[in-house]
């Protein structure tokens, strides 16, 4: 009896990983370091509105901790993926087609890019989530 595996593309994988820690980096985001920021600023009537609106980021915030973890370890696995296990990946088995060699290049690039910009909306969030309060705190002391 035979197994198959289907086995995707590593191009695809690695769009999808990417896509995934830019969504979690966002929902960090939007969850944890935006309302902080808005507040920060004077903003508290806009953070107000925006939790009556969506009040599932409150339920989120309730879980900043765990968000923040997960949303680390996927942009984590995907930096490893596009730097680590792509290339080699595509050295092996060449996904590529003579006709067009430029689309693995492209398709790479933007990844990449999808992925710092995940990376960049993460360490915003943790900053404004986890030092920016600590930090205030410090200067309104002395």
């Known amino acids: 009896m035979h197994s198959t595996m289907?086995?995707?593309?590593?191009?695809?994988?690695?769009?999808a990983l990417?896509?995934?820690?830019?969504?979690?980096?966002?929902?960090?985001?939007?969850?944890?370091?935006?309302p902080?920021?808005?507040?920060?600023?004077?903003?508290?009537?806009?953070?107000?509105?925006?939790?009556?609106?969506a009040p599932w980021l409150v339920a989120m915030s309730h879980h900043k901790n765990r968000v923040?973890?997960?949303a680390g370890v996927l942009i984590s696995a995907s930096f490893v993926y596009v730097y680590a296990?792509?290339?080699r990946l595509q050295a092996r088995t060449r996904p590529?087609?003579?006709?067009?060699?430029s689309a693995c290049e492209t398709a790479s690039r933007f990844s990449r890019i999808v992925l710092w910009c995940s990376a960049v909306l993460y360490l915003i969030g943790c900053f404004t989530a986890y030092l920016l309060g600590p930090i205030l705190v410090h200067f309104d002391q002395t």
């Open 85 to 87: 296990i792509g290339p």
């Open 6 to 15: 289907i086995v995707a593309k590593p191009r695809s994988r690695s769009g």
């Open 68 to 70: 923040f973890l997960i």
């Open 96 to 101: 590529c087609e003579p006709s067009d060699p």
């Open 18 to 34: 990417s896509y995934l820690s830019l969504f979690t980096s966002l929902g960090t985001l939007l969850c944890c370091a935006l």
């Open 36 to 53: 902080s920021l808005l507040v920060l600023f004077g903003l508290g009537a806009t953070v107000a509105s925006v939790l009556s609106e």
